[in-house]
């Protein structure tokens, strides 16, 4: 945690601004050379140390790019680090509250089978006076009471 602020509040804006002053004195440095080369009474050597002073600022602007390109990274790679310890908390608490709601549907269909009460008492009351029960009595089949409804064909009653 101490190296992600040390990147964030000195690194990375001392190389920030050292770019920028890079390009003040890369400014400074065109300007003397432009001189340099126009006042000069041997150009030869004038665009030889104008040559010189651009090679050594081209190599300093690309050093600091790319230490400053390295402190970006590092940063990253910190950041991401810290985003995959906190993805695997959050996971870690994902499954135990996963874990609690399934402990707690088990115990919601654990009781579900318990055994109803059942009242001891008949559900069906017999009436107070009873009716006395009738005494059966048979009586005949009429089979031809229904002979005319249903084919359309009247019986004459005689048996064939």
Do not use: W
């Not at 959050?90 to 109803?116: F, M, S, W």
């Not at 017999?126 to 009471?145: G, N, T, V």
């Amino acid at each position: 945690m101490a190296e992600l602020q040390m990147l964030l509040e000195e690194e990375i804006p001392a190389g920030r601004s050292a770019l920028v002053d890079s390009f003040s004195n890369l400014d400074q440095v065109a300007e003397y050379c432009e001189n340099n080369y126009v006042q000069s009474t041997d150009k030869q050597r004038a665009l030889e140390e104008t040559k010189s002073f651009t090679t050594q600022s081209l190599a300093s602007v690309s050093y600091l790019i790319n230490t400053l390109a390295n402190n970006v990274l590092q940063l990253l790679d910190i950041q991401a680090s810290q985003l995959r310890r906190m993805e695997s908390s959050l996971n870690h608490i994902t499954q135990t509250v996963d874990v609690h709601n399934e402990k707690v549907a088990r115990r919601e269909i654990g009781i579900l089978p318990t055994n109803k009460n059942t009242c001891r008492s008949h559900k069906i009351v017999a009436p107070a006076d009873q009716e006395r029960a009738l005494r059966y009595i048979r009586k005949p089949i009429d089979y031809s009471a229904l002979d005319h409804v249903g084919h359309g064909v009247k019986g004459t009653g005689l048996n064939h």
